[in-house]
């Protein structure tokens, strides 16, 4: 089984920067993709960014992203991390930390077999 802790989140400005972290434990061998989504009070859960959890850093972002959000990871740490800049009131939501061995779309939640509990951020205007 695997486990995944996010932390980081926080009430923050419009404008502002937060950094989000996954810490991952447990049978993490097993783990190609580590991806963010959010999911704000009556949407769907949303595709934030996601990377590889094994060999080198590939990463997707959806289009929103526009530059602002960077995901990366600490190997040693066995940490994911997206760091979000500029953020804007409607990016309000619960992010979640989901990882798997994923053969299909990285941006379909339905693909990842574990999530964090998630972390709560709050752009204030």
């Known amino acids: 089984q695997v486990q995944l802790v996010e932390s980081g989140g926080g009430l923050v400005q419009a404008g502002a920067s937060l950094r989000l972290s996954c810490a991952a434990s447990g049978q993490t061998s097993g783990l190609s993709v580590v991806a963010w989504f959010r999911q704000a009070p009556g949407q769907e859960r949303e595709f934030v960014a996601a990377i590889t959890w094994r060999g080198g850093d590939i990463t997707q972002y959806p289009d929103f992203r526009k530059g602002r959000f960077t995901i990366s990871k600490d190997n040693a740490k066995k940490t994911v991390y997206l760091q979000m800049n500029g953020l804007k009131p409607e990016e309000t939501a619960v992010y979640y930390c989901?990882?798997?061995?994923?053969?299909?779309?990285?941006?379909?939640?339905?693909?990842?077999?574990?999530w964090g509990q998630g972390t709560q951020v709050t752009v204030s205007s």
């Open positions: 989901a990882a798997g061995w994923i053969a299909a779309s990285w941006e379909t939640p339905n693909n990842y077999d574990h």
